[in-house]
């Protein structure tokens, strides 16, 4: 098959850190073909300026441009982000709060044990099933380690970042024009549409036309290009996912600086961010309006925050859902544009760059459905493991939980995840029988269904000797391992004097 080649002319529409990802890409993949990359902004419309944590993924991708992290993260007071730590959201005993770690190359030497137990627990062994102890990433963020193996520990470690959206943003900006992407400000008016329906050129507002071969919409919720122009449908999630709005504040770091981890601690109608950059940290409220209004939910953040009563906050509405297909006519959907998912596992940028690598691969090989059809199971996928934090939490002190915690609109494949998970089957098989691990893996759903305490009640289990899990060596092992890791402040003082230097 001979690939498409590429288009000679690219117009992107947003500046947000959507935007400036996919120009870095395409210029790094095209540019060299000869495709120009066009970024246009509007200096009248903002960026969203939230989305400060990130999966493994941008690492990949800070990687594949060649920026070193002495380059951007000071630049971004960007921190290491090990995993999260949920808080709150099951008042069992015991399953208070616990962590969702990133994956280790050392993780098969505790992961099956952890498995083991889970399953004993499940079908009424009393043996320790907590996540907690099985984990690396828990161990280094909950020490105040950084997830960066040194050279004498030869098992790759993955990690993610937290920083400042504008930042990041800027930064991005600066390298995509140094390697050749045009920057055009202007506010778009008009999409003009050739005869077959394509995007012929984007018309500002001073009267300048853009015409490409190629458009990304990455005007953010507005999603001018794919649904105000192109006029495609967007499939909302509020039916199992109720969360809306948002509110966010800033505070201090605490004390002890910051740890490598995002934490995510339930609330009466949502839940509450803690992000720790260098600087400060970034705390957001993620809550749904039918259950609290916007004045009650920003007293809420500032007394869970410690801030007096008039605090300043910035208030934000979200749009849940995806557009039906990503990729229509010679537009490709990019950012909030293309879709969201609430922020709970921090997964909006990993989908920018999974949708710009998917859809070049795709553009050369002219597979628009098998692209359309694959984004669209990413969303799927991604959200059931959303929608399961809610559905699966331990708690009922609200009509929010009592609603999220008790409705059946829930997806075939996680009602099947969830019904293994109770009837003592094998979960590790049944996602990898879904073809789902992709999105989330074994361990992840383990982890999760086990944090939060989903076992038969204590005085239902029963005493097994000898017991199979000798969690004294797991943790000789976990803790044994963690010593190799650097202390995160650390490693972000190193850092800050690279970049001082
Ligand atoms: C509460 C909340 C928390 C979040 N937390 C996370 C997180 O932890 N991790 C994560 O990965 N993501 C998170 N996200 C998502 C993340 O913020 C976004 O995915 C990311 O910022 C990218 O946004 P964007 O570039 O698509 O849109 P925006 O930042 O909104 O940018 C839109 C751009 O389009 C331009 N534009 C729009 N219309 C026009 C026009 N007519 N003419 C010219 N220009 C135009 C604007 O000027 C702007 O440059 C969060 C989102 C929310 C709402």
Redesign the pocket.
Known sequence: MIPTPPPRSVVI???????WMAANLLQQRWGGSGTTVTL???KD??????????TPQLKAFFDELGVGEAEWMPRCNATYKAGIEFVGWSDKPGSERYFHPFATAVDPFTEQTFFQAAALRRRGAAVPAHPDPFFLTTRIARDCRAPLAPANFPFPVQYGYHFD?YLVGATLREIAVGRGVRHEI???AEVVLGETGDIASLRSDDGRDFAADLFLD?????A?LIEGALGEPHRGFGDNLFNDS?V?TPTPLPPDGAKAMTSATAASAGWIWHIPLTTRAGN?Y?YSSRYIDRDDAAAELRRHCGLPPDAEVRH?S?KCGRVERSWVKNCLA????QG?LE?LE?????I?LATVKGFTDAWERGDRDGFNASIARRYEGIRDYVVCHYRMAQRRDTDYWRDATSHDRLSDSLKSIITTWFTGGDLEEEVHRQDIAAYYSPMSWHVMLAGYGNFPPPEKLQPLAPSPVDLAEVDRFVSGCALNFPSHAEVLSRLAAAKAA
């Open positions: 529409l947003g500046g947000g850190t959507a935007g246009i902004e509007s419309i903002g960026i969203i300026g939230v989305g400060e944590g990130s959206a202007a506010t778009i990455a005007s953010g919720f507005r001018t948002a966010v957001g993620v934000l979200m990019i950012g909030l544009a969201f922020p921090a997964t909006a940028l990993h920018v």
